[in-house]
């Protein structure tokens, strides 16, 4: 199976700050990669997918990014409604696997 | 619009067999994949397996002869079945539809998930 290492676990951060999440792939999955956010309480939602691509209605402080076999998600200017865990998903091998989840908390 | 929803019991005793129903609205199970996946405690997600719109289905190896999945699409419902239940298969079971966006695969609508708890 394809790990997903994903970094870093939890991460306490302000309003308005930069944030980086990332994803190492054990193997190259090319641009099979997407992101998805978590809130309390509620479904997974994407955010982006084929590694860069932003998906409808998600906001452009959302980014993604690919070198290799490492993915990253960045929200450019943290807001109250982007507190959740997100996850990574590679779809290029079945089974689908997910990173281990970031949860994002306020300081 | 897209819905999803999953139902089935809530509490299972062990080495008993779990049966949950995805009822999708929306969208025609011939033309969408819909899969499973379980969460547990609120974290870890786990790809279970799929049906393909095809009616082709696929599964993780770690569920190997103990999961299965089928569908009737007459009724837009989509069938789980787990046996042989252990205390580590409680979690969050989601349903969710993926399709491919320019040949990339994605999930684009989540059901809101149904809790199962086996007991110890």
């Known amino acids: 199976d394809i790990q997903m290492t994903q970094s870093p676990a939890s991460l306490s951060t302000s309003l308005e700050e930069i944030v980086t999440i990332t994803c190492q792939a054990s193997?190259?999955?090319?641009?099979?990669l997407s992101w998805y956010q978590q809130r309390p309480g509620k479904s997974p939602q994407l955010l982006i997918y084929?590694?860069?691509s932003l998906a409808d209605g998600v906001p452009s402080r959302f980014s993604g990014s690919r070198s290799g076999t490492q993915f990253s998600l960045k929200i450019s200017r943290l807001q109250v409604e982007d507190i959740g865990i997100y996850y990574c998903l590679q779809a290029w091998r079945t089974p689908w696997t997910f990173g281990g989840g970031t949860k994002l908390e306020l300081k | 619009q897209v819905q999803l929803k999953e139902s089935g019991p809530g509490l299972v005793q062990p080495s008993q067999t779990l049966s949950l129903t995805c009822t999708v609205s929306?969208?025609?199970?011939?033309?969408?994949?819909v899969h499973w996946v379980r969460q547990h405690s609120g974290r870890s997600l786990e790809w279970m397996g799929r049906v393909w719109s095809d009616g082709v289905t696929s599964f993780n190896s770690a569920f190997t002869s103990r999961l299965s999945i089928t569908r009737d699409t007459s009724k837009s419902q989509i069938f789980l079945k787990l046996n042989s239940l252990q205390t580590e298969d409680t979690g969050t079971y989601y349903c969710?539809?993926?399709?491919?966006?320019?040949?990339?695969?994605?999930?684009?609508?989540w059901g809101q998930g149904v809790l199962v708890t086996v007991p110890s």
């Open positions: 084929g590694a860069t």
């Open positions: 969710a539809r993926s399709y491919l966006s320019h040949g990339l695969p994605l999930f684009d609508y």
């Open positions: 929306g969208f025609s199970l011939t033309s969408y994949s």
């Open positions: 193997q190259d999955i090319g641009n099979w």
